[in-house]
Nanobody, 125 residues
Framework: KVQLVESGGGSVQAGGSLRLSCTASGFTFDDSGMGWYRQAPEKECELVSTISSDGSTYYANSVKGRFTISQDNAKNTIYLQMNDLEPGDTAIYYC???????????????????WGQGTQVTVSS
């Protein structure tokens, strides 16, 4: 059974930090592309960041310089370190998995195969 289990969400004030974790099981983590999407109320699902099996990363312009994605293959886990959080970062964050990618590519929404259950991040001003 495929599972993506997220943790680490919560409520913080603007300027604060949170670290999200996503532990995967039931598929070959080392051969997959992984990432984080988010969805705020009444907004479309937005790609936040993705990471390939060889460590190539992508960040949305809105989070570049503030968020860092990383992975621990030994633990089948990816992380999203979020610093200098802004109220505009408030959303449900979803872990996503799909085909691996290379270079400047990314895990596009239409390619996502598996989703986590989502974790709420709330940033107050």
């Amino acid at each position: 059974k495929v599972q993506l289990v997220e943790s680490g969400g919560g409520s913080v004030q603007a300027g604060g930090s949170l670290r999200l974790s996503c532990t995967a099981s039931g598929f070959t983590f080392d051969d997959s592309g992984m990432g984080w999407y988010r969805q705020a109320p009444e907004k479309e699902c937005e790609l936040v960041s993705t990471i390939s099996s060889d460590g190539s990363t992508y960040y949305a312009n809105s989070v570049k310089g503030r968020f860092t994605i990383s992975q621990d293959n030994a633990k089948n886990t990816i992380y999203l370190q979020m610093n200098d959080l802004e109220p505009g970062d408030t959303a449900i964050y979803y872990c996503a998995a799909g085909p691996n990618f290379v270079g400047s590519s990314r895990l596009y929404l239409g390619l996502v195969t598996y989703w986590g259950q989502g974790t709420q991040v709330t940033v107050s001003s």
